[in-house]
């Protein structure tokens, strides 16, 4: 089974950029389809972003289009968030999560999940 463990996370004002970082151990994550979520107290998770098995193709929130990019780097067992001109409603604890089958929208999907980090967006 992979485990999953995010950093980068912080405080950042508004306008700036942060880096999150998604390490995986136990197994390879060449097979997975990976995903970042987001949540604020009191909400569901909500989806970010996801990159398949190979990286070939990347889908994102409208909320975040344009502004984050998501990679990885299968070798390094690694997945990435970069997030650039970041808001206040940026503001959340971002999770990283891998899906077995193809990735989706839907966090019941996912397999596994990491324990999360905080992102606050001062204004």
């Known amino acids: 089974q992979v485990q999953l463990v995010e950093s980068g996370g912080g405080l950042v004002q508004a306008g700036g950029s942060l880096r999150l970082s998604c390490v995986a151990s136990?197994?390879?994550?060449?097979?997975?389809?990976m995903a970042w979520f987001r949540q604020v107290p009191g909400k569901k998770r909500a989806f970010v972003a996801s990159?398949?098995?190979?990286?070939?193709?990347?889908y994102y929130a409208d909320s975040v289009k344009g502004r984050f990019a998501i990679s990885r780097d299968n070798a390094k067992n690694t997945v990435d968030l970069q997030m650039n001109s970041l808001r206040p409603e940026d503001t959340a604890v971002y999770y990283c999560?891998?899906?077995?089958?193809?990735?989706?929208?839907?966090?019941?999907?996912?397999?596994?999940w990491g324990p999360g980090t905080q992102v606050t967006v001062s204004s």
């Open positions: 990159i398949s098995h190979g990286g070939r193709n990347k």
């Open positions: 999560a891998a899906e077995s089958g193809v990735a989706t929208m839907w966090e019941s999907e996912y397999d596994v």
């Open positions: 136990g197994r390879t994550i060449s097979t997975y389809d």
